[in-house]
């Protein structure tokens, strides 16, 4: 399964979420060094990420294959001390520089690829005892907005299916399909550091319609029934508080290429 979200990249720029700080704290003191390193991000989408790392002191190459979410990434870092970052469009499966780096993080991105040729790819371009980082994040089902927008999707006949390759597997570790797990091992890849992290993030009615314009489930629906949609789901959050405290989960792995 795959997603076009070139078709939402304006929504996504403006309203996909950050990764809270204390995340890439927690990867620091698992002796993960982003300053003054390269560091490649694969599916960067609108720079979210690849921005974070740069303000760090990474020096950056985010890949993206969405020349739409380039263009948005590349008017983000204008204006900004996050200079030391560019962006190349291309595949995680089949991108290339002319050089090694030490360090390759996926936020959000690892179940869109082509798992196999982008470790076989991450093999060419990842220095001996490179790290690799794999993070996602989702926010919680279980909250009281999130079933009335789950709600909405369904009144409107939006399919919810687990995002790309997460749909292969129910079965879990870490938040993570157990089979990825296995391909990382069998690629000479080894865990050394896996954990989860929850966290709440406040939103107003409106970025959270605009975050849900831009999940997959509605990337590949018309602009105007995305907008229909959360036009209803705009109306149905009257009487909520202004701020929506939404929980998150994330989930980080953190692998060393042997």
Not at 80 to 106: L, Q
Not at 125 to 132: C, N, P, R, S
Not at 235 to 240: I, S, V
Request: hydrophobic residues 40%; aromatic residues 8%.
């Amino acid at each position: 399964m795959t997603s076009e979200f070139g078709n939402v990249s304006d929504d996504y720029a403006k309203y996909r979420d950050a990764l809270p700080q204390v995340l890439f704290n927690q990867l620091i003191d698992q002796g993960v060094c982003f300053a003054g390193n390269q560091i490649i991000e694969l599916g960067a989408g609108t720079g979210i990420i690849s921005r974070d790392l740069a303000m760090l002191g990474a020096h950056v190459i985010g890949i993206e294959p969405s020349p739409q979410m380039i263009e948005q990434a590349e008017r983000s870092v204008l204006g900004t001390s996050a200079g030391s970052v560019r962006y190349i469009c291309a595949a995680a499966e089949s991108f290339e520089v002319d050089h090694r780096v030490p360090i390759m993080i996926a936020v959000r991105a690892w179940h869109w690829f082509d798992r196999t040729k982008t470790l076989q790819n991450i093999d060419k371009h990842l220095t001996e005892d490179g790290i690799l980082i794999i993070i996602n994040s989702i926010f919680r089902s279980d909250s009281d907005i999130a079933q009335l927008t789950f709600g909405v999707l369904q009144d409107h006949g939006i399919e919810m299916k687990p995002a790309g390759s997460h749909s292969s597997t129910s079965l879990r570790r870490n938040g993570f399909p157990v089979d990825w797990f296995g391909e990382w091992e069998q690629h000479q890849f080894q865990v050394v550091a896996e954990w989860q992290y929850e966290y709440a993030l406040p939103y107003s009615h409106d970025a959270w319609c605009g975050k849900i314009r831009s999940v997959s489930w509605l990337t590949d629906i018309e602009e105007d029934v995305r907008m229909l949609v959360t036009a209803d789901l705009m109306g149905r959050l009257k009487g909520h508080a202004a701020l929506l405290h939404i929980s998150h989960q994330a989930s980080v792995v953190v692998l060393r290429k042997r």
